[in-house]
């Protein structure tokens, strides 16, 4: 049976965390997989809608390190911040792994009705890999990858190849406060 390929951003910030690991083809990794803030709003970079109704468990990446997703919210963390807004934290099992969603509210404040356990959700946007957990967020569910490779794209400035994607089987133990870096993984196994 062949392994499930996924991608990921890896942050500035989540290297850092991680203290500059030295990353390469064929290392195992435990990795939370994440989404940035979603907002109930369709024309959003990175939007959800919630319903009662069943949805098929899917993740189908779209572009580099973003995807359409759908399936179950099994687990959920709201909160209501001193404004009076809510967000929160879900576990959407999308098939191929659960992903820990994170949802702002719509204008007035709120999340949508029916945000919790046993509703389906379905969006889209970016999905991070965290490696290094600050535990703000209240759910989680890791999983097993290996990495397969790196995408970078250079974005320091003055560098002569700002601009430039290019691929490599190794992320050297150095800080990059500019560019951007996809992983390229297999899922090998889930933890609840």
Do not use: C, K
Not at 116 to 138: K, N, P, Q
Not at 156 to 161: C, F, H, K, L, N
Request: charged content about 20%; overall charge negative.
């Amino acid at each position: 049976m062949a392994l499930t390929a996924i991608e990921f951003e890896l942050s500035a910030q989540q290297f850092a965390a991680m203290n500059y690991p030295h990353l390469r083809q064929g290392q195992s990794l435990d990795v939370q997989l994440e989404t940035g803030v979603w907002l109930p709003e369709p024309g959003a970079e990175g939007w959800y809608a919630v319903r009662a109704e069943p949805l098929t468990a899917q993740l189908t990446r779209v572009e580099r390190a973003t995807y359409a997703l759908a399936g179950q919210i099994s687990d959920a963390d709201i909160v209501l911040d001193a404004e009076g807004l809510e967000s929160g934290a879900l576990i959407v099992q999308t098939g191929a792994a659960p992903v820990r969603v994170m949802v702002g509210p719509g204008a007035e404040g709120r999340l949508p009705y029916g945000t919790w356990e046993t509703r389906y959700l379905a969006g889209v946007g970016r999905l991070y890999g965290v490696v290094e957990e600050d535990f703000s967020a209240g759910v989680g569910a890791r999983v097993g990858v290996i990495v397969w490779g790196f995408q970078r794209l250079v974005l320091t400035p003055g560098d002569s190849a700002f601009g430039t994607w290019y691929e490599s089987v190794e992320l050297l133990p150095a800080p990059y406060t500019y560019d951007r870096v996809i992983v390229n993984a297999r899922l090998h196994r889930t933890r609840a």
